[in-house]
């Protein structure tokens, strides 16, 4: 059973930029796309960025057109750890953040029902 933690949010002030972690354990090694995913109050769930890996090779990031240049997945392997870098927060971003994982390889990333394992997620609060 894959377990998924999220840490590193926060309440920050625009411009300001935060890392989200996401640890997993019993991580399968048939993971095939990390992604990320936030829900601001009263709003759907929606995607933020994904990556593929396949024998431990992350491949260049997707990201939605409200975080793309701002925003960068990554993966420390030895520590079996996604991170979300996160620059130039706004206040649109604020939400709670989730990671996700997906063993099936999926042919649409952005799309939640497409992933097996979800963390409880962390919360970002940006303040203008």
């Known amino acids: 059973q894959v377990q998924l933690v999220e840490s590193g949010g926060g309440s920050v002030q625009t411009g300001a930029s935060l890392t989200l972690s996401c640890a997993a354990s019993?991580?399968?090694?048939?993971?095939?796309?990390m992604g990320w995913f936030r829900q601001a109050p009263g709003k759907e769930r929606e995607f933020v960025a994904a990556?593929?890996?396949?024998?431990?090779?992350?491949?260049?990031?997707a990201y939605a057109d409200a975080v793309k240049g701002r925003f960068t997945i990554s993966r420390h392997n030895a520590e079996n750890t996604v991170y979300l870098e996160m620059n130039d927060l706004k206040p649109e971003d604020t939400a709670v953040y989730y990671c996700?994982?997906?063993?099936?390889?999926?042919?649409?990333?952005?799309?939640?029902?497409?992933?097996?394992?979800w963390g409880q997620g962390t919360q970002v609060t940006v303040s203008s």
């Open positions: 996700a994982e997906d063993l099936r390889g999926g042919s649409d990333y952005s799309s939640g029902a497409e992933y097996d394992y």
């Open positions: 019993g991580r399968s090694v048939r993971t095939y796309r």
């Open positions: 990556s593929n890996w396949r024998g431990g090779v992350a491949y260049t990031g």
